[in-house]
């Protein structure tokens, strides 16, 4: 025992397992709690409702939602010290208004995961890692796993933000060429959300929610605005701008969104071009670290040749 208590890394995972054990238990009471009285109210509805399809569909997540549980234990409290989360998972595609709980809850269990699975590592490993014990292997492994998820979500936000950027002047002509055929704003939203969801599903998915806003008697401004706001781009922002004061002045819909179509075109141009004028200075760095030192060698080489024939070779 004494032993086990003089080890650091012991001693820090005990500290670990004292400030983390109570946290997760009230997670565990939380998601209990919440699950009797999803029961209750399941129950008190009858069991027509309890259908084997809708068992199936929940299932999973009902197994999973102690991590929702133990998300919303560890989270800040109030919806400010939120806010920034749910507007960063907002922009990275998770929409459910339980996404933050769920964040905290996937970092902290990636992060006891992480610690267990180095505790199981450390008699085949601690020879080779480069740190003075185990106490800073655990520290960075621990920091590590308590970043790595907010640099997972930013590059899911990038990603999702190029295909938002590939598919907006697409979306933009499918619109425009339906309004031009005689449907409505609304009813050119919908069939463009049915027609754009195989190239680009996500922002299809954006789409057919604020088609079934329109449909369900919300506002079209707040429709777009809430469009805008889960794409967090500054053309969707522009767009919504645009429908707004086209509506307002009482100008062309049509001519609107075709000069609006035509100035995206050109800013995915202008785009490409860009990219493409900024590649050769980008191949600098791979130039002179590769590639020069090859032809370098190449080129001096018959003249290291010649040189040691000539001093060293007697002619």
Known sequence: MQTLLADPLMLALLGIGAVLGPMIMLGLQNFSQKRTRLAARLASTGPNTQDGQTSQGTSRAQRLSWVQGLGQAVSPKGEKANSAIRMRLLHAGFLSKNAPYWYYGARLVFMISALILLIVMWPFIGDHVPLSGPLPA???????????????????????????????????????????????????????????????????????????????????????????????????????????????????????????????????????????????????????????????????????????????GGG
């Open 138 to 312: 655990a520290i960075a492994v621990a920091l590590f796993a308590n970043i790595a998820p907010g640099f997972w979500l930013d590059r899911r936000q990038g990603q999702l933000q190029q295909e938002y950027r590939n598919g907006f002047p697409d979306m933009m002509d499918l619109l425009m060429a339906c309004i031009q055929a005689g449907l409505s704003l609304d009813a050119g939203i919908g069939r463009v959300s049915e027609e754009i969801g195989r190239r680009y599903p996500n922002l299809n998915t954006h789409l057919g929610i604020m088609s079934l806003e329109l449909r369900a008697g919300r506002s079209r401004i707040e429709a777009l605005s809430g469009f805008a706001e889960r794409l967090g781009m500054d053309e969707a922002r522009a767009f919504a701008t645009m429908l707004r004061q086209s509506e307002e002045m009482g100008t062309s819909l049509s001519a609107t969104l075709r000069v609006f179509a035509d100035d995206m075109r050109e800013k995915r141009m202008l785009y490409a071009e860009e990219k493409a004028l900024s590649l050769p200075a980008k191949l600098v760095v791979p130039l002179i670290l590769f590639v020069f030192p090859s032809l370098l060698g190449v080129l001096m080489l018959p003249a290291g040749v010649r040189i040691h024939s000539v001093f060293y």
